[in-house]
């Protein structure tokens, strides 16, 4: 019973030593005029955003309210404290994410969230200490079939938060939105919503985006299926606007060229592949293979006074000079989602991170598209993870489908597919870098990049025969 469930401030973890990175608060800017929360209409609930690396919003179990985690990656919700107007199921279970795991019991109480109220809602309660504080939880927004209290129950009474949501009234559209606010952001400041069968004002044209279709694990992997999508081929433009090649390790892809992309608010670096040197390539005669260099590396490595760094209380990263303006681009059904500056690399300051600085002493921020950070068991079903420094770029529509638990409805909802509308401007977005990063002063024409976006080393030396 293996769970891929990914957790982003789980990311920004000492892996080795088991110790948690120190968040201090809120990031460290100007004060300004924060916007109201829009969270006060049906159906849409305000987060508030922890230095861009994670998202909560509140809700109450029993009437008594948590603070949790906003996860896509995973299917469960728990809570750190006791909820005293509960039930126990009398089973217990547990979620075990990236980096960490929670477990406890299964309780049952009334949930409200975003405007709906649940009775009877599933969730572990978890004993709290250092790392999960007494009223912090999460809530595991992906498919039921990644729950592991639905398996452990096995009964409706397990079913994930989102499907009671929309099972309780099948006139519910069963779609989830989340928009992400960028802290450092000059010009946007909003810490970010979610909203349930119901978009937010002013983001309806995201229903005329394309709708990705959600690609599907193998029935023997179904604890492993997650919102993903497929990337378009040559869908990463790396810092001079040329694409980064990329073969996808998964199998069931029919285009070799196109990445398994799983979408993951629940990441705040968001991991892309890392490719050992010698790849066999798919798609491939058995005996060709090729150099590959990681995407990471393709992106970041053409900085000047870029390096892959070991820092503490974070691991091996890719830095750049924080003055040094990364511009990538991620394309899906032809559309371009332009990465922000700001999101392209992130200010270890207000992370807790200090003296994050090169070989040559100039203090440098972390790059927020990471090689992938943890291994992965058995055969690949996806190539990529886009969180929180992708989802910081778009308006997403998460549609369930037929990802709905039970019912005698599901095979009329349709199949499970993701929107997104793009809320980065790149000329805007140039702009608000240079405020940020730059004190108002332009110096990005004189930035050059290093060698070639291709990062296939097409040397006929390193083919071996299998
Ligand atoms: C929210 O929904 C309830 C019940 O469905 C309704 O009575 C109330 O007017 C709604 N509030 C808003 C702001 O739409
Ligand atoms: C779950 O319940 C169904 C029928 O209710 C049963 O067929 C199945 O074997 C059960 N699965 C497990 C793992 O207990
Ligand atoms: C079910 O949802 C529809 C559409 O959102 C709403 O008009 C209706 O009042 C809801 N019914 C109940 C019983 O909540
Ligand atoms: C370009 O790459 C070469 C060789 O890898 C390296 O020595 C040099 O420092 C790099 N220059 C910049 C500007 O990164
Ligand atoms: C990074 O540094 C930490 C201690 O500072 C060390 O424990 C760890 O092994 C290092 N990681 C690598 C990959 O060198
Ligand atoms: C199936 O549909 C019937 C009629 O609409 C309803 O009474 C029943 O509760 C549904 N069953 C489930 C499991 O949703
Ligand atoms: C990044 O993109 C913006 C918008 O297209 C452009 O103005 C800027 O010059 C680019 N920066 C670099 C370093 O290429
Ligand atoms: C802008 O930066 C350049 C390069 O560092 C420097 O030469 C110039 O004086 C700066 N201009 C202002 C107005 O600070």
Same mark, same amino acid.
């Given at each position: 019973?293996?769970?891929?469930?990914?957790?982003?401030?789980?990311?920004?973890?000492?892996?080795?030593?088991?110790?948690?990175?120190?968040?201090?608060?809120?990031?460290?800017?100007?004060?300004?005029?924060?916007?109201?929360?829009?969270?006060?209409?049906?159906?849409?609930?305000?987060?508030?955003?922890?230095?861009?690396?994670?998202?909560?919003?509140?809700?109450?179990?029993?009437?008594?309210?948590?603070?949790?985690?906003?996860?896509?990656?995973?299917?469960?919700?728990?809570?750190?404290?006791?909820?005293?107007?509960? !039930?126990?199921?009398?089973?217990?279970?547990? =979620?075990? @994410? &990236? $980096?960490?795991?929670?477990?406890?019991?299964?309780? #049952? *109480? /009334?949930?409200?969230?975003?405007?709906?109220?649940?009775?009877?809602?599933?969730?572990?309660?978890?004993?709290?200490?250092?790392?999960?504080?007494?009223?912090?939880?999460?809530?595991?927004?992906?498919?039921?079939?990644?729950?592991? !209290?639905?398996?452990?129950?096995?009964?409706? =009474?397990? @079913? &994930? $938060?989102?499907?009671?949501?929309?099972?309780?009234? #099948? *006139? /519910?559209?069963?779609?989830?939105?989340?928009?992400?606010?960028?802290?450092?952001?000059?010009?946007?400041?909003?810490?970010?919503?979610?909203?349930?069968?119901?978009?937010?004002?002013?983001?309806?044209?995201?229903?005329?985006?394309?709708?990705?279709?959600?690609?599907?694990?193998? =029935?023997?992997?179904?604890?492993?299926?997650?919102?993903?999508?497929?990337?378009?081929?040559?869908?990463?433009?790396?810092?001079?606007?040329?694409?980064?090649?990329?073969?996808?390790?998964?199998?069931?892809?029919?285009?070799?060229?196109?990445?398994?992309?799983?979408?993951?608010?629940?990441?705040?670096?968001?991991?892309?592949?890392?490719?050992?040197?010698?790849?066999?390539?798919?798609?491939?005669?058995?005996?060709?293979?090729?150099?590959?260099?990681?995407?990471?590396?393709?992106?970041?490595?053409?900085?000047?006074?870029?390096?892959?760094?070991?820092?503490?209380?974070?691991?091996?990263?890719?830095?750049?000079?924080?003055?040094?303006?990364?511009?990538?681009?991620?394309?899906?059904?032809?559309?371009?989602?332009?990465?922000?500056?700001?999101?392209?690399?992130?200010?270890?300051?207000?992370?807790?991170?200090?003296?994050?600085?090169?070989?040559?002493?100039?203090?440098?921020?972390?790059?927020?598209?990471?090689?992938?950070?943890?291994?992965?068991?058995?055969?690949?079903?996806?190539?990529?993870?886009?969180?929180?420094?992708?989802?910081?770029?778009?308006?997403?529509?998460?549609?369930?489908?037929?990802?709905?638990?039970?019912?005698?409805?599901?095979?009329?909802?349709?199949?499970?597919?993701?929107?997104?509308?793009?809320?980065?401007?790149?000329?805007?977005?140039?702009?608000?870098?240079?405020?940020?990063?730059?004190?108002?002063?332009?110096?990005?024409?004189?930035?050059?990049?290093?060698?070639?976006?291709?990062?296939?080393?097409?040397?006929?030396?390193?083919?071996?025969?299998?």
């Amino acid at each position: 019973m293996v769970t891929t469930a990914f957790l982003a401030l789980l990311y920004l973890v000492d892996q080795s030593s088991g110790m948690r990175l120190k968040i201090q608060g809120q990031r460290n800017v100007q004060t300004r005029h924060e916007l109201l929360p829009r969270g006060n209409i049906n159906g849409t609930t305000a987060l508030s955003n922890n230095a861009d690396i994670s998202y909560y919003a509140n809700l109450m179990l029993g009437g008594e309210v948590f603070t949790v985690l906003i996860d896509t990656g995973s299917s469960d919700l728990w809570a750190a404290g006791s909820v005293t107007d509960s !039930i126990d199921t009398g089973a217990t279970s547990g =979620v075990r @994410y &990236a $980096v960490g795991a929670v477990k406890g019991p299964i309780k #049952t *109480s /009334t949930l409200q969230f975003a405007g709906y109220t649940v009775q009877d809602q599933a969730f572990l309660e978890v004993t709290p200490d250092s790392d999960r504080k007494k009223g912090s939880g999460l809530i595991g927004l992906g498919p039921t079939s990644g729950s592991n !209290i639905y398996a452990t129950l096995n009964t409706s =009474v397990g @079913y &994930a $938060v989102l499907d009671r949501i929309f099972l309780q009234n #099948t *006139s /519910t559209p069963n779609y989830m939105t989340i928009l992400l606010g960028r802290a450092e952001d000059p010009t946007d400041v909003f810490p970010g919503d979610i909203s349930i069968g119901e978009l937010l004002d002013s983001y309806s044209n995201v229903e005329s985006e394309p709708k990705l279709k959600v690609t599907m694990v193998p =029935v023997r992997d179904s604890r492993n299926q997650h919102f993903q999508v497929l990337l378009d081929q040559d869908g990463v433009l790396g810092p001079d606007g040329l694409p980064i090649s990329i073969i996808t390790e998964v199998q069931q892809t029919s285009n070799s060229k196109q990445a398994t992309v799983v979408v993951d608010s629940g990441f705040s670096l968001s991991q892309v592949p890392k490719y050992v040197n010698m790849v066999s390539l798919r798609g491939m005669p058995n005996e060709f293979t090729a150099w590959i260099r990681s995407i990471a590396d393709a992106i970041y490595s053409r900085f000047s006074g870029a390096e892959y760094h070991n820092i503490t209380g974070l691991g091996e990263a890719w830095i750049v000079p924080c003055n040094e303006e990364v511009n990538i681009t991620f394309k899906f059904s032809g559309n371009s989602y332009h990465i922000h500056p700001l999101d392209a690399t992130m200010d270890p300051s207000p992370l807790g991170l200090t003296g994050v600085v090169n070989s040559e002493g100039q203090s440098s921020c972390i790059g927020s598209f990471q090689p992938i950070s943890f291994s992965t068991s058995g055969q690949q079903t996806f190539d990529m993870i886009l969180g929180m420094s992708f989802l910081r770029n778009v308006y997403a529509i998460f549609n369930y489908g037929d990802f709905i638990a039970g019912g005698n409805d599901t095979s009329n909802r349709g199949n499970p597919y993701l929107q997104f509308l793009s809320t980065t401007d790149p000329s805007e977005a140039h702009s608000d870098f240079v405020a940020v990063r730059l004190n108002g002063n332009d110096t990005t024409g004189g930035q050059t990049f290093n060698g070639t976006s291709s990062n296939i080393i097409d040397d006929s030396s390193h083919e071996y025969a299998a």
